[in-house]
């Protein structure tokens, strides 16, 4: 089973979009319900904008007869929901009741410098010094917000909230990256909103005395963020999370401080003043300039796998992919064992390839040939590290397959891909591979077998 992840995908990127639209709509919606007059507190609004997200999300449940989480799986998908509902959503909820609705979109936009931190502290990613740079500029930045809401050079301490909120959907990012290899979107963003408003539940009997006396008006705006900013955002994210790398999605924040601020003025007439905005801009040239020029560009190189130390490297990437597989599509136990004892017979030898890409000598991807049929050679175990995608691993290990396969003598390379990994066909069209009938049976869903032809 080949699965390229370096094409970009149109849809992800709208969903991206999408989803800051309908979110930026939620700085000034709840800046309106927890000021003055809006008549709720800033804990009984979070519960209740979540108790209407998660009823829309149980309708949709229902309808779609959604599957339950695996219970091994839950540690995981909780504690994403805590980062990502809870935390995030009280957060930046109580940071508004001092800090206007544009200025709690810039802080949020710093995001991006959390998940990068994040990336080098945990997956081994590095920084050079316009990385390093990138990060103070935007802490400098963030710090100027926080010191303009307060007014002149006072600290707005509910700024920090509104930073700590920046910082959990950081960690929402990371944490939320695999169990979306195995639920879909419209499951995950289910089971997070169900499982992040259950510590809400602490503001319910404050919200049973507000909810009658509040305003009617107020009351439908929090109902407007449970259904748009809240479970259909969150399922436009999901699935943008779920096909793009976590940096990149995050990166489509850049955007949301203007659509805020642009919301609010015509919401509220209300516009952050020259220090916020001058910390603004300080914030967002630093993000910017992290995503952008921060990291080092690896060493890349793609080899045949010939020592034991380089097969053992492949080896270990199948298993990975291997592992994903079977927690997506739900394969028995046992299923990939006949591949891995004949490992080395399959893809070694004189008809067999073991591809090994490295960046800076680190193993990062790998895919694997062997003889298949009357002269074809059968491409599988594509496969690129998430931490190494978007940098056109994929691609180059679907050339020095084809090329491979041209050297040993074969008259095609064949494959079988799926239509739910967002990008592929469009990857293997790029390089000359056409849909073909099945060449054999298929265990994922919307299967598609391809083959390129060698002798032309």
């Known amino acids: 089973m080949a699965a390229p992840q370096d094409a970009t995908d149109p849809k992800a990127v709208f969903a991206a979009i999408a989803t800051l639209i309908v979110w930026s709509s939620a700085f000034a919606g709840i800046s309106v319900v927890v000021g003055p007059g809006g008549g709720y507190g800033p804990g009984q609004a979070a519960l209740l904008r ?39 959503h009280l957060g930046f909820t109580f940071g508004e009741t001092k800090v206007s609705a544009g200025a709690a979109a810039l802080i949020i936009a710093s995001g991006p410098i959390w998940t990068a931190l994040l990336a080098v502290f945990f997956l081994g990613e590095r920084f050079n010094r316009w990385g390093w740079g990138g990060v103070a500029l935007a802490f400098s930045g963030v710090a100027a917000i926080a010191f303009g809401e307060g007014g002149g050079f006072r600290l707005e301490p509910m700024a920090l909230l509104v930073m700590m909120a920046s910082f959990s959907t950081a960690i929402y990012f990371v944490i939320g990256k695999k169990p979306l290899r195995k639920y879909t979107s419209l499951e995950f963003t289910s089971y997070v909103i169900w499982i992040g408003v259950l510590p809400m539940l602490y503001f319910l009997p404050g919200l049973v005395q507000q909810l009658p006396a509040a305003p009617t008006s107020s009351t439908l705006t929090i109902v ?11 399922f436009l994210w999901s699935y943008a999370l779920a096909r793009m790398p976590a940096s990149t999605t995050a990166s489509f924040l850049y955007a949301q401080p203007v659509l805020a601020t642009f919301v609010a003025w015509l919401w509220q007439g209300v516009v952050p003043g020259p220090v916020t905005l001058a910390g603004g801009a300080l914030a967002l040239a630093g993000v910017i300039l992290v995503q952008t020029k921060g990291r080092p560009r690896g060493i890349v190189r793609v080899t045949v796998a010939t020592s034991p130390r380089e097969r053992a490297a492949v080896r270990k990437l199948a298993m990975e992919t291997m592992a994903n597989m079977s927690s997506h599509l739900g394969l028995p136990d046992g299923h990939f064992d006949e591949e891995l004892a004949n490992f080395d017979v399959w893809y070694g030898g004189e008809k067999g390839r073991a591809l090994l890409a490295t960046v800076d000598g680190a193993p990062a991807a790998c895919a694997v040939l062997r003889a298949w049929g009357d ?13 190494f995608r978007r940098r056109g691993l994929a691609r180059a290990l679907v050339r020095a ?22 990008g592929a066909a469009d990857l293997y069209a790029a390089e000359g591979f056409a849909e073909i009938q099945p060449y054999r049976p298929a265990v994922a869903r919307a299967a598609l077998a391809l083959a390129r032809d060698l002798r032309g």
């Not at 397959?401 to 967002?422: M, P």
């Open 224 to 234: 407007f963020l449970g259904i748009f900013p809240g479970a259909l955002a969150y």
């Open 401 to 422: 397959a084809v090329e491979q396969a041209a050297g040993a003598g074969y008259r095609r390379v064949v494959l079988v891909t799926s239509n739910e990994f967002e």
């Open 375 to 387: 002269g074809d050679a059968e491409m599988r175990r594509l496969y690129v590290k998430p931490e």
């Open 50 to 88: 979540f108790l209407v997200a998660s009823a829309t999300m149980a309708v949709v449940a229902t309808v779609t007869r959604m599957r339950l989480p695996k219970r091994e799986d839950l540690p995981r998908i909780a504690l994403a929901a805590l980062f990502g509902i809870t935390i995030y």
